[in-house]
Structures are given as C-alpha cells and as structure tokens.
C-alpha cells in the first residue's frame, strides 16, 4: 500500500544554488538539484504514484507544488505526466490552473506536455483547447498555441491556424516563439501547409523565421 504522505526528498547543493537561480533571472528559489539527480531520486515515487487513488494523487501534485523551490514543482509535474492515463477531468483542470501559478518558460513548457498528453490520449482537442486560445494570460495562451507539438500527422491543421490567427498580433516574445515553434513542428510533417500559411498570412519576422527553419 502507497504511504500517502509524500515525502519531501531533494538534497540542497548550496554550490548550484545561485547559479540556478541566475539561469532563471532569480525568480525562484532552488535546492541546487540538478534535472538527472531529481528524475532518478523521484524514480521509486514515480512508481508508488500509480497506486495511489485520484484524490490522493491530487494531493500529491498539490503538495509537491506548493513547496518554495523550483525542483519540487518540477516534481509535482513530472508526477502528473507520469500519471496522465490514471488523469480525471478534474485532475486535468487542475493542471491547466497551475500554468499561471508561478510562471516562467521552463514550467509553461512542462505543463504543455502533461496538457497535451492528455488531449492526445482522451481526443478532446476540439473541446477543450478553444479555451486556452481565448485566455487573457499569454501563458495559457502560449500553451494553446502549442499544444500539438509531436503530434505530427494527428496534428490538426485548422486548430492550429486558429490557434495563430488569434495570436499574431501579440507582440509578447514569448508568444510570437510560440507561432514559430508550432510551424516549425509541423513543417517536418506538411511543410506545403506551412509554406502556404506562412505565404498568405502577416507573421512577425520572428515566427516566420522560426516556422521557415526546416522549409
């Protein structure tokens, strides 16, 4: 039976604490645990995790992500993508809320993949990705605009207009990389769609430079 209190069990390298923080412009608090040190300690946690019931798993990811430094939130996430296929709805929704929730690009980024897999595996794309397109935080936006990447042939060409056309004329960098990514991505698969959309619609030079790398 899974103990159901999570342990908190990251070591602290005062050495890499400071340059941590630096990487991510200081706005986070760091044990100093580096990614391959906290993915093999959290290896044996990752398995006790699928035993635990939806609510005790809940509890989990809402503990680990509540702590005060950046490694047990990469936790929390690693947990939940660890655990898409036992996800409820709930779970899900939960997740999505978590993108505003200290953001920066290195968690936005990982909660992409968990969103993602999720849609991926239940096919709700159409039902819930719209939502993140109409969000006013460019974070949820960012993610929405992303959220196929990988998908390659299961790519859905017109979400993924759609999801550009409501974005392009935000400036932020951060979404702008993300028109770029989500073209490039899918330029791999259908490089003739996106030569066509690149050619007929305004793009900022960055996401058209970032979209046409491959092309």
């Known amino acids: 039976m899974a103990n159901l209190t999570p342990p908190l069990f990251l070591p602290i390298h005062p050495e890499n604490q400071a340059p941590m923080a630096k990487y991510m412009r200081d706005q986070f608090h760091f044990l100093g645990v580096k990614a391959g040190e906290r993915r093999a300690l959290l290896r044996p946690l990752r398995l006790q995790s699928h035993q635990l019931t939806p609510q005790e798993l809940q509890a989990w990811l809402a503990f680990y992500y509540q702590q005060p430094y950046r490694e ?15 996800m409820t709805p709930a779970h899900y929704q939960w997740c999505y809320r978590q993108i505003t929730v200290t953001p920066w690009w290195d968690s936005v980024n990982a909660w992409r993949k968990v969103l993602a897999a999720y849609i991926l595996t239940h096919d709700c794309l159409q039902q819930v990705g719209p939502v993140h397109l109409r969000a006013t935080d460019k974070w949820v936006r960012r993610v929405g605009i992303t959220l196929q990447l990988g998908w390659k042939e299961r790519t859905d060409s017109q979400y993924l207009q759609t999801a550009i056309l409501a ?3 935000d400036e932020d960098f951060f979404i702008q990389k993300a028109i770029g990514w989500a073209l490039r991505d899918y330029s791999k698969v259908n490089p003739e769609w996106v030569r066509t959309f ?16 491959y092309l």
């Open 167 to 169: 974005n392009q004329g």
């Open 198 to 213: 690149v050619a007929n619609h305004a793009l900022s030079a960055l996401a058209q430079r970032e979209g046409c790398k």
């Open 72 to 86: 047990y939130q990469y936790v929390a996430i690693d947990l939940a993508q660890a655990n898409v296929r036992h």
